[in-house]
T-cell receptor
Framework: DVKVTQSSRYLVKRTGEKVFLECVQD?????MFWYRQDPGLGLRLIYF???????EKGDIPEGYSVSREKKERFSLILESASTNQTSMYLC????????????FGPGTRLTVL | GENVEQHPSTLSVQEGDSAVIKCTYS??????FPWYKQELGKGPQLIID?????GEKKDQRIAVTLNKTAKHFSLHITETQPEDSAVYFC?????????????FGSGTRLSIRP
């Protein structure tokens, strides 16, 4: 059974803190993605990675960075958290470049106070 | 870039009735259209998809239709059951493009009334 896990289900942080969201997949997938989910806006792509140490900006990368040092792990970093980054964050993985199904983790609900 | 619009944002149907969710896309190069279902407390999960060389696809109680000319596609759920209650997302992408980037619609919250 394929699995994508995220380090926390719920996080509460203060404005200005550095925040790390971790994602691990056991599917040996090349591609990994970070989305944020907000009511009425659907899923918006923040960053994605198609190989170790490779990263590409998505549609809303401002205020975020990512790290992919190992194939199975993809981290999302908020350098200085702000209240408008309060959201649900979803990590996903997918297989070869020609196979589009994405497997999602359960999400991390981040609240920035 | 691609833009996907989804309607309605909320939908309530009587158990046993049908539910229809509609989406439109803007990029005529898009050729792969998946639908994801997100249950409470879980991440989205692929339930069905359709490619642009096909007009309709069925899988038990769910079906998707695609009109390439009009750039719209729909999800149909027949004989709805309580476990169909969830948020549904349509999406569009260009299959075989680098990194399989997918653009999602805004989601439809489907509630099944007993």
């Amino acid at each position: 059974d394929v699995k994508v896990t995220q380090s926390s289900r719920y996080l509460v942080k203060r404005t200005g803190e550095k925040v790390f969201l971790e994602c691990v997949q056991d599917m040996d997938h090349e591609n990994m993605f970070w989305y944020r989910q907000d009511p009425g806006l659907g899923l918006r792509l923040i960053y994605f990675s198609y190989d170790v140490k490779m990263k590409e900006k998505g549609d809303i990368p401002e205020g975020y960075s990512v790290s992919r040092e190992k194939k199975e792990r993809f981290s999302l970093i908020l350098e200085s958290a702000s209240t408008n980054q309060t959201s649900m964050y979803l990590c996903a993985g997918s297989g070869s470049l020609t196979y589009n199904e994405q497997f999602f983790g359960p999400g991390t609900r981040l609240t920035v106070l | 870039g691609e833009n996907v619009e989804q309607h309605p944002s909320t939908l309530s149907v009587q158990e046993g009735d049908s539910a229809v969710i509609k989406c439109t896309y803007s990029d005529s190069a898009s050729n792969y259209f998946p639908w994801y279902k997100q249950e409470l407390g879980k991440g989205p999960q692929l339930i069905i998809d359709i490619r642009s060389n096909v007009g309709e696809k069925k899988d038990q109680r769910i079906a998707v239709t695609l009109n390439k000319t009009a750039k719209h596609f729909s999800l149909h759920i027949t004989e709805t059951q309580p476990e169909d209650s969830a948020v549904y997302f349509c999406a569009a992408s260009i299959e075989y493009s680098s990194a399989s980037k997918i653009i999602f619609g805004s989601g439809t919250r489907l509630s099944i009334r007993p």
